[in-house]
Each structure stands twice: as C-alpha cells, then as structure tokens.
C-alpha cells in the first residue's frame, strides 16, 4: 500500500508552482516530488463528464514536475475527482488518456441497486491502481524502496535489443555486488521538455570505469541513437564514444521507446578543455595546436561517419563535442542522427549487399520499420539540430542535407568557443544573434562576406595569425567557390556545390581524411534529393485506445516563427544563456 498525504495548504518540495490536493506517496520514503506515486486532483464541475482547460493545464504542470524529478518513470497517472465523478488521466510522452472509474457518491434522492453497484465498481477500480507496484504502473521498475541504483540485462537473443531492468539500494561501498550495478545519484542536470523526446543523462562508475548512463524516449518511427551507435561501430568510425552496453527498455509504449546507453565518460566540452590545459597560456603556441587537433579529430569523425557508415550527426554543438584530458576528441548525442539513403543502395556489388544486411539486421534488433524511420529522419531535416550552430542552407529551410552541413556547424562551434575566451565581450555578435532562423541565414551571409573582418562579426576581436589562417581557410572551403563568396547564395539555392577546395583543409586533416574529402567530395558534400518519397511530418501517431486521448499541452515559449520546431539543445536556453554573455 501506498501513504496517502494532503497538500491543499501547503507545496510538496519541487512540485512546481501548484499545490497538489492530495497525494499517494511510496511507503517509508520522503514526501517530496521524487516519491510521489499517484497524484490526486478535486474539482467542483458541474458538468462531471468534462475536463476544462484550466484543469488540465494545472494537472499538466503536475506531470510536468514528475517527469522531471523521476527518471524512470514511464507515464505519470492523476487522479481526478469532479464532481461525483472519479477518472484516471494518465500522461506519456506525447498525449493523455482519460479512463473514467464511475462515480463515487450518489446524487440522487431515490438510490437504486445499480446505483450502488457502479459506485462499488469504481471502488473496486480505485483499490486496484492504488495497490499496484510501480514496475507495474508508472514505472520501468520497481522503485518502492528507492532508486538509487538500476542493473540492466540485455537479451540473452544477439537477434533482439530488448533488455530488462531492474532497481536496487545502493549497496555497500566496496562490495564487488556494485560492478554491473549503475548509480542514479550523478545525475547532469539538463532542460526536460513537458512533451516529446526525453532523455535523462547520468555519470558515475560500471564495472570500474567511468561512464555516462543515458536513459532516452525518442519516437518509435525516428532512428533509436543505440541502432546509429551499432552502425558506426560496424564501420570502424574513429572519435565514436566506446558503448559498454545497450538495449531497449520500451520497444512502443504509446509511440514512444525507451532506450538505454551506457558509454565511456569522454571528457569535458571544448572550452573546458581548453581552459583548463591552457590556464594562463591562452593563445599561446600549444593552444592553438590544442584547437588544431580538435578541428582535425571532429572532421575525421563527422567525414569517415558520411562515408563509411553513411551517417550525419545532424546536431553538431558545443556540448557534442567532448575532449578528454589527453586531447581525445569524441563527439555524442547520435540521437538526431540520419542514415543516408544513397541512390547506390540499388547496387548489386558486395559492399551493397553488407550495407542493405547491416540496415536490415539493425531495424529487426530495434525493432522499427526502416523505409519508415528514414522517410521520417528526411522529412525532419529542416528541423533538426540547434539553431546557433545550424548551417545557413538549413536556417533557410534546405529539405535535403549533407556533411558539409555539419562541417559548417563545426565551424560555428569553434568560432563561439574562440569568441568566449575573449577577454573583453561588448554585445551578442551578429553572427550568434539568434533570432528566426532565415533572418540568422542572412545575417550570416553578409557577415561571412567580409574576409578581412568576419571574425569580428562573431566575437572574436583578437586571434593569433595561426587560428586566422586556420578559420580562413575553413571560411573559403564552405563559401567561397570560383573567388565568389557564395553564402548569401545558399540561402537560394541550398544544394549549391561547394567544398570542391579540400586542398584548403590539407594542413588540419589527417591523411585519410583528406583522401576521403578528395574521392568523394563532390558527392559527399553536395546534398541530394533523396530516391525515397519523404512523408509529411506530421504529430506523432494517435494509439487506439478505449479511453479518450488527446494531446498535451504544450507549455513553452513559441519561436518567433511557429511553423518551425526545433529538434536538439533547447534553443530558448541557449539564447537566455547567451544574453548574460
């Protein structure tokens, strides 16, 4: 059983801005937000079949709060009581349901038999949710004496990605008990959207290492961030996070899944790094080689990823890069990531025939339908990513895209990390003033323009000569073909060809690199309609279901434009944070 609290007058700690009437809480844990089970709502309605807005809002900043403080919850139930009406309205990911249990009191003068039995009935009902364990009701396990710790068995079929998971104490430091075991308290505080993709990111120690534990809900038809990991590893793509394990949770829990990774600790972000190895040397000769390794490290991630394993990362920023303290580069969160359906695929050679088997072999683990999932990923280009470090074709609403879409939001990150380890900051720079996105595009353009003064229109007011070179010659191999400049001309024409120069790039790649960049440029840079008819994108789909359903409400601040939906790094967040600069 679980305790029943009431908190009419006064706020349960971290349970948002409303006071919940009454709560069930797990037995023998705190009364705060991390341990409630099932919150309960009462409302005078005269009209008891009906939920109004206001209700629903206030009930939707409830499940809010709870998916926020327990990260392993898989729907968040309420109990709602208006009038003499008792129903139970449950929040996923993406929509509510509403289960009427009947009505607990009678409001009639003459009571019939049938009138006691419904109430009975619902009863009946209410003892039953109230008495399930959590693995069995709003939870991927049991949490009842806590989460502090969860242990993952992946399937014992190679053929399967399901996995199972289980929730333990924290055992006694020292005990070899611990190894397998993953702990909750390292958890990296990051933005929870109310609806849609989720994902709760820890650090701590599996099996004596130092690792990363991500628990994510992505859209069953979008591609799960384990099946991208399989692929890169299967086409050996150097600056790849090493996974320890993974495996599905939720194979389709209402449209959503629930995937687990357990990855090596890579480090820290760019600026980080650099700020620390550098202290009080920075600018200096082993600084400049510091970011010179970076930049090679990332483009020979992000070309042998297109050309190997036909993957774009699509979400290129700051905190996807990470830098270990020997200057390792790794680049993470493949969770946007897009498999390219090259026209080739019709092929009949050998290569063909492994590449079609590795798809087919992937979707049959993770359990998706792959001419759905990448007919999605392509419709979702022109939103994919984080709109500070987007590339000037994809502000500008480009349907396809290509690896040099991703070398140009390298470029981006390198320039805003430059710019923040300036020791004088006026006013937001032009090139970062995030506003909509084609205005940004256009913005850009005129500013990478200007040779001799770009830099300054992004921040940077002082750069040795050898970072200057270094970003003039990464400004020329994306904008400048023929001795045109020709960024103002991607926001017309997004598929223009450019980076055919990749003798531009020579002094920062590693030779392999270069040897891909110089067989394959032309067609690995230049992005291409895709042979496969693109679906319209639309909300994600609606589960048949007895009970009534509809969407959540969304409660966020609107773009400037609202036909656009930003898929990556909040972008709000990242514009508040850069208004403090």
Not at 170 to 188: E, K, V
Not at 535 to 556: A, E, G
Request: with cysteine; hydrophobic share 35%.
């Amino acid at each position: 059983m679980y305790d029943l609290a009431d908190y009419q007058t006064k706020e349960i700690p971290g349970g948002g801005k409303h006071k919940m009437d009454l709560v069930f809480f797990y037995p023998d844990q705190l009364e705060d937000i991390d341990n409630v089970h099932i919150i309960v709502e009462g409302k005078l309605n005269k009209v008891p079949r009906t939920i109004d807005e206001d209700t629903l809002g206030q009930i939707a900043d409830y499940q809010y709060s709870v998916w926020k403080a327990q990260r392993t919850r898989a729907f968040v139930p309420v109990l709602l009581l208006h009038g003499t009406q008792l129903d139970l309205v449950a929040f996923t990911r993406d929509h509510w349901y509403r289960v009427e249990l009947g009505p607990v009191c009678y409001d009639k003068q003459v009571v019939r038999k049938q009138d006691i039995d419904k109430v009975r009935l619902t009863m009946a009902r209410l003892y039953y949710l109230i008495t399930r364990p959590s693995e069995s009701f709003g939870h991927i396990c049991n949490v009842s004496l806590g989460q502090e710790c969860l242990r993952f068995a992946p399937s014992p079929d190679e053929n399967s990605a399901l996995a199972t998971v289980e929730s333990h104490v924290m055992p006694a430091i020292g005990s070899s008990a611990s190894d397998d075991l993953f702990s909750l308290t390292g958890y990296i505080a990051r933005f929870i959207h109310p609806r849609g993709r989720l994902a709760h990111v820890f650090r701590s120690k599996y099996k004596g290492m130092d690792a990363i534990l991500k628990l994510s809900w992505t859209p069953v038809d979008r591609m799960p961030e384990g099946a991208v990991y399989e692929i890169l590893e299967q086409a050996d793509v150097k600056g790849v996070p090493k996974l320890h394990a993974h495996g599905l949770l939720k194979g389709d829990f209402f449209g959503y899944r629930l995937e687990y990774l357990i990855l090596e600790d890579c480090g820290s972000s760019i600026e980080d790094h650099l700020v620390s190895k550098h202290k009080g040397a920075l600018w200096s000769d082993a600084f400049v080689e510091s970011v010179k390794s970076i930049v090679q490290q990332t483009l020979r991630c992000l070309v042998q990823a297109r050309v190997k394993g036909d993957i774009l990362h699509r979400d290129i920023s700051p905190g996807n890069i990470r830098v270990a303290r020997d200057g390792t580069v790794k680049i993470i969160d493949w969770g946007y990531a897009k498999v390219i359906d090259d026209e080739d695929m019709d092929g009949d050679d050998e290569a063909t025939r492994g590449r079609k088997a590795l798809l087919a072999t992937t979707a049959k683990r993770w359990r998706y339908d792959s001419n759905e999932v990448l007919g999605n990923e392509e419709a979702h280009d022109p939103l994919t990513g984080t709109q500070l470090y987007m590339s000037i074709p994809v502000l500008a609403g480009a349907t396809v895209r290509g690896v040099s879409d991703d070398m140009e939001s390298l470029f981006y990150v390198i320039l805003d990390v430059l710019a923040r380890l300036q020791t004088t900051r006026d006013k937001v720079a032009y090139g970062f003033d995030a506003r909509d996105n084609k205005t940004l595009a256009m913005v850009r353009a005129g500013c990478l323009s200007l040779e001799r003064h770009f830099l300054r229109f992004f921040g940077i007011s002082s750069c040795s000569d050898q970072l200057r070179e270094l970003l003039g010659r990464f400004r020329k191999f994306l904008f400048v073909s023929s001795d045109v400049c020709i960024a103002s001309g991607l926001i017309v024409e997004p598929e223009t060809s450019r980076g055919t120069a990749v003798n531009l790039l020579e002094p920062y790649v590693d030779r392999e690199t270069f040897e891909l960049l110089s067989d394959k440029g032309k067609d690995m840079l230049t992005p291409k309609e895709s042979a496969r008819q693109m679906p319209s994108i639309r909300p994600p789909r609606q589960i048949s279901s007895d009970s009534s359903s509809t969407s959540l409400p969304r409660k966020r601040r609107e773009p400037a434009e609202p036909t656009e939906e930003y898929e990556g790094d909040d972008p709000f967040a990242l514009d508040a944070k850069r208004s403090k600069l």
